[in-house]
């Protein structure tokens, strides 16, 4: 986008629900021993840190806030106090130590009496205690380097009132979030309470004494609720969701008073910005602390290469808590001026003084034009990956006015988009339309087979009878779809027309393949040649995976030739990363009735070798049946029971997986390591490692391999020049012009008509359409010995014929003189293919549709990542246990109760699920315009004659 484009437009398009939220966690992540300079001292201009202890708290009350950097004629900074809740506690607007310390100790600090339930708690493990209870959150917010030099160095002391005033805007909006949990009637929700008590400390320096303006933004564990009249604990989850959305509201605060005291901006990729004219070299020079903690980092990876491919953002913050020196408290004001003066030739300070002009008044005032193309590119952004996503109504409107969204009245600040709408409404209507209008889809009965037993022959038997367009076939992890779906495919096959059997993935159509279904592809592949014969049959596995734009270019090509869809899934698992869960769709709105498995059976308890293993199956299987069942409370405390939830503090739990992994490998026993985030999937494949390596079971010799790591761009993130730092890399995934897939190219820059790279000493176009066929990828660099374990993230044909897939995990046999990587199934990956990651431990996404002996899984204590969808995933792998790691079990118990179901756009509309008449009026059609009313009026003239058949249809299904 334009550099003119504000900051607070680009918010919009990074403040995005849960996967969104976490993304910016994903790119810190770096092994590189070359530091891509983008990373070198990269921070977030909002921290959150947590504080448990009740006594570091009060010592860094004592030792951090409450003095501040410099003193002047004896005069020290104070806090402050800001938010509603503080004004609740009658709380003066200087902080007092005792007021701070009461709050500290959850007392009232005028009553001191105890302010919310709950006062000490803590978690055992062995014989080490660890407090549980929040204390407090420290949020602190710094502007851009270049920004403190000019406030503090060049002495503009108009930065400082435009940092605070930021700031206070900035908190106003994160107030907003501010929520508490409600536990009534065995129900476990958020309720919205919009009131922090936080007390504001301002600080000018860093630990190594430069210029660091930033300020402490406490907040304590508590939040009045007005409706049930009481403090109540903080659920700071929204609040955490919402951290870069409140980022780049401080950032277009501050810039807009910069560029009204004569400043210019620079945006940059990160979404943050600098001040044009403070050279890079000077931010550099300012910036020791940072360069202390990567010069250490530099000397650990030289000492330890196994770390190089550790999470960056992680092993520099464990650098810099272990190198903390103790700040230096009671420096005169004089004194800090001549060091950092000393630092700066007479020029450099000049210039720094010449850049500020006198004040000007400046209206708000926008590009009507520039704000619409931003809006647009946010609009593409968010809606790529989200049904519905977050709005920020008041704000839109001052920019542009009304945007023409779809919104529902009891949620005001949720949106959605008329086209998202349609596409889920036509899906909808085409699934209603073709209820009972076919022939079965079997002529007769299916013969009786010996390998299916009696559910999944009544299975059989309902899908056969099946008389409608679309038949969705529904069962949970581990009941045995395939062999159903399999068996139905052989049938069809016996009737005549054509079967087409495809699935979303590649590494599922090679299981598909595995398994002997005819010929699998991918759905892409078949919606590029939509090769189908009339009434043909499309059988899809894992059909929960696909998102509307698919599902709906599915059904109209299947349509277009007579033909019948069979849809395979499950709604309780994962569902596409793209927008709109369709078979979520299909399932609630449709009338479908599906033809389902319920009784497990991938957790045998009939696999046992002892009386005691018997138990811990039937055990774990009955805490997967609850997961399935929606019953998250009852599944972890089953888990619990059978001592599968295992307590550990946060720095011994990637050691404690560790063991237990090379327990279950020397026991010859199949195993995948789960956890919600790559920051965490980094930190445990990291310890894996270095276990394997001490216990002697990977080769001796390590080689460093240049590899390549997939940075997760939307379309319109890949037009973005800011999305692109240096030394990016582009790897085509599919052929454009000349080149074939696999080709590296260097990025060079974003023009108007597409991305310019470097290829083979030649620059290449790659055009706006073309995009999804690219990668765009960071370099990083990892070491490799024989036995080390690899996920591939690109799918690619190997000279020789043999495929590799996104997703899969292989194994290294050895690695070659010429780079070349030979794998212990045969397969080699020569030096051209390079997309792979450790692949000791995956995400949850990418363990479904796995199957193994044990589960691990490592808790990130990430509440925006947890939820009961990656629950149930989890711990559904695994035939005979699993063993969680988690340093909280109470919050973890909270954080899988959790709903990660993403909302439809017909849910936000106001469309009944499952209803028996459709609920909106005419005033509604017409604000939805002409396209939606007629898809609407199909839906309503097929709803009365479905209702009447249902009796009849449940009795022929039956």
């Not at 009961?868 to 559904?876: E, L």
Request: net charge neutral; hydrophobic share 35%.
């Amino acid at each position: 986008m334009p550099q003119r484009w504000v900051s607070v437009l680009d918010s919009m398009a990074v403040f995005m629900p849960a996967i969104q939220a976490y993304k910016p966690e994903q790119d810190c992540d770096c092994g590189s021993q070359s530091f891509p300079q983008d990373l070198i001292g990269f921070y977030f201009v909002v921290t959150a840190k947590t504080q448990y202890s009740l006594k570091n708290a009060k010592h860094y009350f004592h030792e951090h806030l409450s003095v501040g950097d410099y003193y002047e004629e004896g005069q020290k900074t104070s806090g402050e106090w800001f938010g509603a809740g503080a004004e609740k506690l009658g709380l003066p607007a200087r902080v007092a130590s005792e007021d701070f310390l009461a709050l500290c100790d959850n007392r009232h600090p005028q009553t001191c009496n105890r302010l919310t339930q709950r006062l000490m708690s803590v978690q055992w493990s062995g014989d080490k205690q660890t407090p549980t209870r929040r204390v407090f959150y420290d949020f602190t917010f710094s502007p851009p380097k270049s920004v403190s030099i000019l406030a503090l160095v060049a002495k503009d002391e108009r930065i400082i009132d435009a940092h605070h005033r930021a700031l206070n805007v900035a908190l106003a909006e994160f107030e907003q979030f501010a929520a508490t949990r409600v536990r009534r009637s065995k129900s476990n929700g958020l309720r919205v309470t919009q009131n922090i008590v936080s007390a504001l400390f301002t600080h000018d320096t860093s630990r190594a004494l430069d210029p660091h303006l930033h300020t402490h933004c406490i907040v304590f564990n508590a939040t009045f609720d007005s409706e049930e009249g009481c403090w109540k604990a903080l659920q700071n989850y929204e609040m955490l969701k919402a951290r870069k959305f409140v980022e780049n509201v401080y950032y277009h605060e501050l810039a807009k008073d910069l560029r009204r005291f004569g400043y210019s901006i620079c945006n940059l990729h990160r979404g943050d910005f600098q001040v044009e004219g403070v050279a890079d070299e000077i931010c550099e020079r300012f910036s020791k602390r940072h360069e202390q903690i990567d010069d250490s980092l530099r000397d650990l990876l030289e000492k330890k290469p196994e770390l190089t491919r550790g999470n960056f953002k992680d092993l520099r913050e464990r650098l810099a808590t272990a190198e903390r020196s103790r700040k230096m408290h009671d420096i005169p004001r004089s004194q800090l001026e001549e060091l950092w003066n000393a630092q700066l030739s007479r020029s450099e300070l000049e210039n720094l003084k010449s850049l500020a002009r006198p004040s000007v008044e400046e209206t708000d005032a926008l590009d009507p034009r520039a704000a619409e193309e931003a809006l647009t590119w946010a609009e593409e952004h968010l809606f790529d990956r989200q049904s519905v996503v977050p709005e920020f109504l008041d704000l839109l409107k001052r920019l542009t006015g009304e945007r023409d969204y779809v919104r529902e009245p009891t949620v005001p600040v949720q949106v959605t988009t008329k086209a998202v709408l349609a596409r889920e409404l036509e899906i909808v209507a085409s699934a209603k339309e073709g209820v009972s209008r076919c022939a079965p889809l079997l002529a007769r009965e299916p013969s009786p087979n010996r390998a299916l037993d009696e559910e999944q022959m009544t299975a059989l038997a309902r899908l056969g009878q099946s008389r409608d367009f679309i038949t969705v076939f529904r069962g949970g992890a581990g009941t045995g779809k395939s062999f159903v779906l399999r068996e139905l495919v052989s049938c069809l096959k016996q009737r005549g027309p054509r079967v087409t059997v495809l699935a979303p993935q590649r590494q599922q159509v090679i299981d598909l393949t595995r398994e002997n279904f005819p010929s699998p592809t991918t759905v892409a592949e078949f919606l590029l040649r939509k090769e189908l014969t009339d009434h043909g049959i499309v059988v899809v596995d894992e059909a929960g995976q696909i998102g509307a734009r698919q599902m709906l270019d599915l059904i109209l090509t299947v349509s277009a030739r007579r033909g019948r869809l069979v849809l395979s899934g499950d709604t309780r698992q994962h569902g596409p990363v793209e927008a709109s869960d369709a078979l979520v769709a299909l399932e609630g709105y449709a009338g479908l009735k599906p033809v389902e498995l319920e009784r497990i059976r991938r957790q045998d308890p009939n696999l046992a070798r002892s009386r005691k293993e018997k138990e811990q199956i039937t055990a774990y299987r009955r805490a997967v049946e609850f997961a399935a069942a929606g019953r998250l409370y009852r599944s972890f405390l089953e888990l619990d029971r059978m001592r599968s939830v295992v307590a550990c503090r946060m720095n011994d739990q990637p050691d404690e997986l560790a063991n237990e992994y090379l327990r279950l490998d020397e026991q010859g026993h199949s195993t995948v390591v789960v956890s919600q985030t790559w920051m965490e999937v980094h930190r445990v494949n990291e310890r894996v490692r270095a276990a394997l390596k001490e216990k002697g079971l990977l080769g001796v010799e390590d080689h460093l391999i240049d590899a390549l790591e997939k940075i997760d761009l939307t379309a319109a993130e890949k037009r973005d020049a800011r999305s692109y730092g240096p030394g990016r890399m582009i790897v085509f995934n599919q052929r454009i012009q000349k080149f074939e897939p696999g080709t590296v190219a260097q990025f060079v820059e974003v023009l108007d008509k597409g991305i310019l790279a470097e290829v083979q000493d030649n620059l290449v176009v790659i055009q706006h359409r073309n995009l999804d066929r690219i990668n765009v990828c960071r370099p990083l660099t990892l070491p490799l010995a024989s036995g080390d374990r690899l996920q591939l993230k690109a799918n690619r044909k190997l000279p020789g014929g043999s495929v590799v897939t996104n997703g899969e995990l292989v194994t290294v046999r050895q690695v070659r003189g010429d780079g070349a990587i030979e794998l212990s199934d045969g397969r080699v990956l020569g030096a051209g293919y390079r997309e792979f990651v450790p692949g000791y431990a995956v995400t949850s996404y990418g363990s479904q549709g796995r199957t193994v002996d044990y589960v691990l899984f490592s808790d990130s204590t990430i509440k925006a990542a947890t939820n009961d969808q990656q629950w149930y995933v989890t711990i559904s792998r695994g035939r005979r246990g699993i063993q969680i790691f988690t340093p909280d079990k109470e919050q973890l118990r909270e954080n899988v109760l959790r709903s990660g179901q993403r909302r439809l756009a017909l849910e936000l509309a106001g469309f009944a699920r499952r209803s028996t008449q459709f609920r909106w009026a005419d005033a509604l059609l017409r604000r939805f315009g002409e396209r939606i009313t007629s898809l609407i009026h199909r839906a309503r003239r097929f709803h009365r004659f479905n209702h009447d058949l249902e009796r009849r249809y449940e009795h022929k299904t039956t």
